[in-house]
């Protein structure tokens, strides 16, 4: 059974600092792009990063590029979120999840999710 | 940047049909997916490919792609499809989700 279980989030005041962890299993982790996925409160979804199995392409939206560093560790099944210079607007529910590279990419698995609040 | 467009609500009657469209310029020479998020829940792909659907979906959900407009159809919708639904696209290798629908069964 494919799944993905986040970890690290919390309260961090504004400027600060978190690093998400996803710990996948039930899946070959080091065959599958991976992804963050963001949903503010009782806002939509909004795709953060990305990054190729073997970690050589990385790609972020243009809010959070310079901030955020999306990582993977295949020894460990495990997908990382480094998010640096934390704004209110960051703050939301983060979801890790499996990408699926065919044609009309998608994500087939999430997690459950961790939040993030960044408040003073 | 690219962006797609869904209606905030739709209102169905138990049993009745329910469509949910999603537009996006030319979105009909992309595929379009979507997934179905119940309250407090994470998001779960009900349609991908445009029309095909994961195994353990039900049959009620199908969907079709054309022109500007993908659109997902619950046939015989039940109270356990009370949910928000969001449309997802790839564009410029990023993804792009719809702004999301609230589907009410009344």
Redesign the interface.
Known sequence: EVQLVESGGGLVQPGGSLRLSCAASGFTFSSYWM?W?RQAPGK????VA?IKQDGSEK?Y?DSVKGRFTISRDSAKNSLYLQMNSLRAEDTAVY?CARE?R???????Y????TLVTVSS | SYELTQPPSVSVSPGQTASITCSGDKLGEKYACWYQQKAGQSPVLVIYQDNKRPSGIPERFSGSNSGNTATLTISGTQAMDEADYYCQAWDSSTYVFGTGTKVTVL
Do not use: H
Request: net charge negative.
């Open positions: 992804s996925v939509g979804l909004e795709w990305n790609y939206v979801y699926v065919v044609a009309g990419t998608f994500f087939d999430w997690g459950q999710g």
